[in-house]
Nanobody, 112 residues
Framework: QVQLVESGGGLVQPGGSLRLSCAESGSVLGIYARGWSRQPPGKERELVAQVDTGGSVDFVKGRFTISRDNAKNTLYLQMNNLLPEDTAVYYC?????????WGQGTQVTVSS
């Protein structure tokens, strides 16, 4: 099993930046991708960024950067020039061919 714990969310003004972290513990065979998704209020969850186990970025929304520190087992999402429409609960995840593991989410609110 894998446990994922996000941190770094909060309230930020438009144009500001935040870095989210996702600490991973436990182990499971077959993880082929990790990433971040978000769920804005009243909307469906959407993919924000994804990286494979080799470190190649498969997908990332503009203004965001995904990275991973393998030594710390931590996934990061750097978010720059934040807009009110970036307001959402942000989740990290790790996928195997059989199951996707999710964190509990961290709230990001962009407002003046």
């Amino acid at each position: 099993q894998v446990q994922l714990v996000e941190s770094g969310g909060g309230l930020v003004q438009p144009g500001g930046s935040l870095r989210l972290s996702c600490a991973e513990s436990g182990s499971v065979l077959g993880i082929y991708a990790r990433g971040w998704s978000r769920q804005p209020p009243g909307k469906e969850r959407e993919l924000v960024a994804q990286v494979d186990t080799g470190g190649s970025v498969d997908f990332v929304k503009g203004r965001f950067t995904i990275s991973r520190d393998n030594a710390k087992n931590t996934l990061y999402l750097q978010m720059n020039n934040l807009l009110p429409e970036d307001t959402a609960v942000y989740y990290c995840w790790a996928s195997t061919p059989w199951k996707t593991f999710w964190g509990q989410g961290t709230q990001v609110t962009v407002s003046s």
